[in-house]
């Protein structure tokens, strides 16, 4: 077919499809490019120069030559460029200059084949026999002129076509690989046959889509042929839907009187599809389901461009029976949404597509082998893991915040905890990232692991750390009698997962992502973890970021108002205990972490309080397993009182979707505007949507328990998650000077003892128990404060020596042993002081025979160290 009614039809409107959707590949190569089909892009040049001169611009650089025009989709692109300079002729890489009237592309020789219509009238004319080059005019049509004559050009280079790797010979537009199917099917038949591609049929659900397929049908099927679009429509709904999402047109090209020719009358109307039809000018026309038709597969090029990272320390591995990645649009925004997932360092991706209004839920394996995963979404998503083991006596589940793309170095402080805290560090970046930990306020029992390696150090330990590959993690355990916060510092974007063991004897853990310093806020309301029960406890903490944080924190009993707390250091830390009664506020004069530790049962889950800064208007999640196993879930949802009891909360079970009706349990938090509500949720599998009729935000968040398992998480964060207060940014140098000089004040001559681990096999249980034994290991050498003219270490021959001849003298009670504890409020400042005992002291111990001191061996070892205890410097493992 020679598609003369078509070209003329469409030169405007290729100038607004083209231009607005290729630039993205093209651009690469220059500013203004503009992506022509078959793996092409072709760029004007201003410059106006002859014909010879304009070839040699344009092959300046390698695959780079004047434009040829082979096909119509180069045609319109080069009539888009033209007519966007505005000039009046431009230069194509054509001539007929080896032998008259035989045109040839100059970049290859071959033969010039077009269409007779693409030539001006007349043309090629050769008038004055000195016309052998090849001009586009401002008619858009083609003349042969002079080669001596000066006119810009367009350049053409050749970047391959992006869908040989996704869908070997389609052609690009827009992000999408489109393929010409020329098997007559039926509209199921051409979704069956698309879908084993990986693709699905064609819908032009925008304008400038729909002038693309009108021009790609134009150039792969002849005039008498009918192309089938991913469109139906039943007579159960009467509204043309797409295929893929299930959503009604907006943009359509409906012949005259044909929008609805099927009536709910007719008797045979039960489903119908849509044809795109050459005989009219690729008009659409409706038909029976059972039409056959060619039809265009479409697939979707993932662009990635969010990403979620997590790792899982040591403790949360007792709990991977099954692992679960949920997924949603932020937006709930429907339509295909690629996402590639790697479940560890150097493993295959995995490539998933999923409807944004129905979410994905991809099950995992997790295990010390692959206890990493990314996740890259073409879209932003709310992401969350859930960890469950086979009888659900073990639950944990975590938001996976987005992975920072803006460069700048950030920080974290984690949670502390009564038992043993572990991190897991990890990024996706290229390059080298530097870490740098710290752990302070410790006291005699502080201790930690790194891999085999076990320390035993207090009353600070700084180190730095360097993490060379991608996705490659580096794992901190059993991090436990420190009472600041864990700090972590990197100069490049990365994640922070924090876990611990449950207080009980189950295996069930607990983990979270650790928000970074310049995400969080200086007000929080706190929730509790079961509706108004007065009869439950949860323990909220609070960290502090910038030293002299005045916090204003409630009573236990809500009448008594609140009380002020004064963290005064960076890292401090203070516990509070709030019935499960209310909703709380607490606020600070700086920003400040706040964490729930929320009991659904005799062991908690852990979450990060959100700012109002990181809450947003809409949040998506899915109901699913574990969730449907519990015995309670709940929706908590936390905003100013303009609407909050009027929030929608919409489920879609087996893609009917339905408003859930339940009136939501809510209360006004005390002395503020905000209000808290409480939604129950049932217990069957669906997708969730949740938003306010105001469009105002909100934060959300989800907890289930059942017997002693208990889980949470954030439902999402907003997008304005870089800082609300710059002025006020975390100084990560400043914190470690901070830690080194307070502690230098208490140890004012610091030796040099090196930190020595002993290595041991890993097994269960507390490496670094409190003992009743009267020996004390020595393999670990500890951080000491300074008696430097002694040079005495706890593996030192004075140091045994004195042990032993103190052993002599003293007996040890088994059942009256002191234990060193962590103490639970970190603020105001109550860390273990310097023990001021000198040599002369011990000695003094053996002259007094006299004397019995009923202490156990590691109260005396505590007592001992302290003549030459002190922070270690800044050391690397």
């Known amino acids: 077919m020679d598609g003369s009614y078509l070209f003329s039809q469409l030169a405007m409107l290729v100038l607004v499809f083209t231009h607005r959707s290729e630039a993205d590949i093209c651009e690469r190569w220059i500013s203004g490019a503009l992506y022509a089909g078959d793996g092409m892009c072709f760029s004007y040049s201003k410059t106006s120069e002859n014909f010879i001169n304009a070839l040699r611009h344009c092959q300046t650089e390698p695959n780079r030559h004047l434009a040829e025009l082979r096909t119509e989709y180069q045609r319109q692109t080069t009539m888009t460029l033209f007519i966007e300079a505005g000039v009046g002729s431009i230069w194509l890489g054509a001539s007929d200059q080896a032998q008259a009237t035989i045109w040839r592309w100059e970049s290859n020789g071959d033969l010039l084949v077009i269409p007779r219509h693409w030539w001006g009238p007349n043309e090629p004319g050769n008038r004055a026999g000195i016309d052998h080059c090849l001009v586009m005019g401002s008619n858009q049509l083609l003349y042969d002129r002079d080669c001596k004559i000066s006119y810009p050009s367009i350049c053409q280079k050749s970047i391959g076509n992006p869908c040989d790797d996704v869908l070997p010979g389609a052609e690009y537009y827009n992000g999408s690989c489109f393929k010409a199917v020329k098997d007559s099917l ?7 046959h698309c879908e084993g591609m990986g693709a699905f049929v064609a819908e032009p659900f925008t304008e400038d889509l729909l002038d693309f397929l009108t021009l790609f049908a134009g150039m792969n099927f002849g005039s008498d042929m009918n192309v089938l679009l991913g469109l139906t429509r039943t007579s159960l709904d009467n509204h043309f839907r797409w295929l893929s999402n299930d959503l009604q047109v907006t943009a359509s090209n409906f012949a005259d009187s044909d929008s609805d020719s099927f009536s709910d009358d007719d008797d045979e109307f039960v489903r119908t599809s849509v044809v795109m039809a050459g005989s009219s000018n690729w008009k659409w026309y409706e038909v029976k389901d059972t039409f056959q038709a060619e039809t265009i597969c479409q697939k979707v090029i993932p662009v990635y461009s969010h990403s979620y990272l997590a790792t899982l320390p040591d403790s949360a591995l007792t709990v991977t029976d099954s692992a679960l990645l949920s997924a949603s649009h932020t937006r709930s925004q429907p339509g295909w949404i690629t996402v590639e ?18 979410g994905l839920q991809h099950r995992m394996m997790m295990d010390t082998a692959g206890r990493s995963v990314l996740m890259r979404s073409t879209e932003p998503l709310h992401v969350t893991m859930t960890l469950w083991n086979n009888d659900l006596t073990a639950i944990s589940s975590s938001l996976l915040l987005p992975v920072d793309t803006s460069g700048v170095p950030v920080s974290r402080l984690a949670y502390p905890s009564p038992g043993q805290v572990s991190l897991g560090i990890v990024s996706d970046e290229d390059s080298t990232v530097h870490l740098n930990v710290a752990f302070s306020g410790g006291e005699s029992n502080a201790a930690f692991s790194v891999g085999e390696f076990h320390y035993r150090t207090w009353p600070w330990f700084t180190f730095s750390s360097s ?8 794992y901190i355990d059993l991090i436990s009698g420190y009472s600041r916060a864990p700090f972590v510092h990197a100069n490049h974007s990365v994640t922070v997962i924090a876990s611990e063991g449950k207080v009980t004897g189950t295996d069930d853990v607990t983990f979270e992502h650790i928000l970074s310093t310049s995400q969080i806020g200086k007000n929080y309301v ?8 007065p009869s439950v406890k949860d323990t909220f903490t609070i960290v502090a970021v910038h030293n002299n944080t005045l916090v204003k924190v409630p009573h236990l009993d809500v009448n008594l108002g609140s009380y002020n707390v004064i963290l005064h250091k960076a890292g401090d830390t203070f516990d509070i205990e709030l019935l499960t009664g209310d909703f709380r506020h607490v606020t600070g004069s700086k920003p400040f972490y706040t964490y729930a530790r929320l009991r659904g049962g005799d062991n908690p889950c852990t979450l990060t309080l959100l700012a109002d800064h990181l809450w947003t208007d809409q949040y998506t999640f899915h109901m699913t397993e574990p969730w449907t196993s519990l015995q309670d879930v709940y929706v908590i949802a936390v905003g100013n009182n303009t609407d909050m009891e009027m929030i929608s909360l919409e489920a879609k079970i087996d893609s009917a979707t339905a408003t859930i009706t339940t009136t939501p349990n809510c209360q006004k938090v005390e002395g503020t505007n905000y209000v808290g509500c409480y939604y129950e949720l049932t217990l069957v599998p669906a997708f969730y949507s949740l938003s306010r009729p105001s469009g105002e935000t909100f934060a959300a968040y989800m907890f289930g328990s059942k017997d002693q398992a208990a889980a949470c998480h954030q439902l999402g964060v907003g997008t304005d998650s870089s800082g609300k207060y710059p002025a006020m ?14 502690e230098a004040e208490q140890c004012p001559e610091q030796s040099t003892v090196p930190i020595s681990p002993s290595r041991r096999k890993r097994q269960s249980g507390d490496y670094f128990k409190d003992s009743a034994a009267t020996t004390v290991e020595t393999t670990e050498e500890l951080p000491l404060c300074g008696f430097t003219r002694l040079n005495i270490t706890p593996s030192s021959e004075e140091f045994q020596e004195m042990l032993e001849s103190i052993s002599k003298y003293i007996k040890v009670d088994h059942h009256n042993t002191s234990q060193f504890r962590r103490k639970k409020e970190s603020a105001p400042d109550n860390r273990m002081s310097s023990v001021s005992v000198g040599v002369f002291s011990c000695s003094l111990i053996f002259v007094s025979l006299g004397m019995l001191i009923l202490m156990d061996i590691t109260s005396i070892v505590a007592a001992l160290s302290g003549i030459v205890r002190g922070g270690t410097g800044l050391g690397e493992i």
Not at 186 to 192: K, N
Not at 526 to 533: D, K
Not at 730 to 741: C, M, P, T
């Open 186 to 192: 039926t509209i199921d038949g051409a979704q069956e």
């Open 341 to 358: 997932v790697t479940s560890n360092p150097g493993g295959d991706p995995e490539e998933i597509n999923f409807l944004g209004q129905q």
């Open 467 to 474: 993490m060379n590959d991608q996705l490659q993690p580096f």
């Open 526 to 533: 706190t929730f509790p973890s079961m509706p108004f029960n």
């Open 729 to 742: 940014m975390f100084d990560a140098e400043a914190f470690l000077v901070s830690i080194q000089v307070e």
